[in-house]
């Protein structure tokens, strides 16, 4: 298995850090890491997300791994990679995003609804699809797509929280992906990033225990 891709399964969960301040952004990944969650997607419409994408990286060397998200095209993704993502995750299927990841060896992960985009994405070359919105649909629709297509990692984020993660592990899924219900923006904030630490906390233990239980 890619070394990336590994990394994103050790961790079970990757944070999907949208609008976060500068400011705060490794604050946050900071209270994330200690709670287990040591997967972090940084958003592309980050302002200077580039140099963002870097700071953090260089803040944690390979304690986090650090990715891209909302990427809807290869130049945004070779221009993040460049400035040291690791993966590449896009809410939709963009196959000259994931050759690109290809030419520089970076994890790929489409966004997919349907069996067809799951499959022309994972030809193409993703490592793997993100399920999304996966509210929309519920762990039935990711468990029904496993069934003919159990070759394919499959991670659901959108809607995913300590709740229901557990039901999403079982129906098939190798890791979730989880924003506003994974970082509490109100607590960053005012400063409480123990706050953001315990619900990581909670994630991962959800996540553990539902793989414990396959």
Known sequence: MNETLSRIVDSGVVAVLRGVPADQLIEIADA???????????????????????????????????????????????????????????????????????????????????????????????????????????????????GPLGQIPMMPTGGVGPDNAADYIDAGAFAVGAGGALVDYDAAERGDYEAITETAREFTRVVEAARADD
């Not at 040591?38 to 990715?67: C, L, M, N, R, Y």
């Not at 809807?72 to 995003?97: C, I, K, Q, W, Y």
């Not at 069996?115 to 030809?123: C, D, F, H, S």
């Open 32 to 146: 994330l890491r200690e709670g287990g969650v040591t997967a972090v997607e940084i958003t592309a419409d980050t302002p200077d997300v580039a140099e963002k994408i870097g700071e953090v990286a260089g803040a944690f060397d390979d304690e986090v791994v650090v990715g891209t998200g909302t990427v809807l095209d290869s130049e945004t993704a070779r221009t993040t990679l460049m400035a040291g993502a690791e993966f590449v995750v896009s809410p939709s299927l963009h196959e000259d995003v994931i050759e690109t990841c290809n030419r520089y060896g970076a994890v790929s992960a489409p966004g997919v609804m349907t069996p067809t985009e799951a499959v022309r994405g994972y030809e193409a070359g993703a490592d793997f699809v993100k399920v999304f919105p996966a509210k929309t649909v519920g762990p039935d629709h990711l468990g029904a797509m496993k």
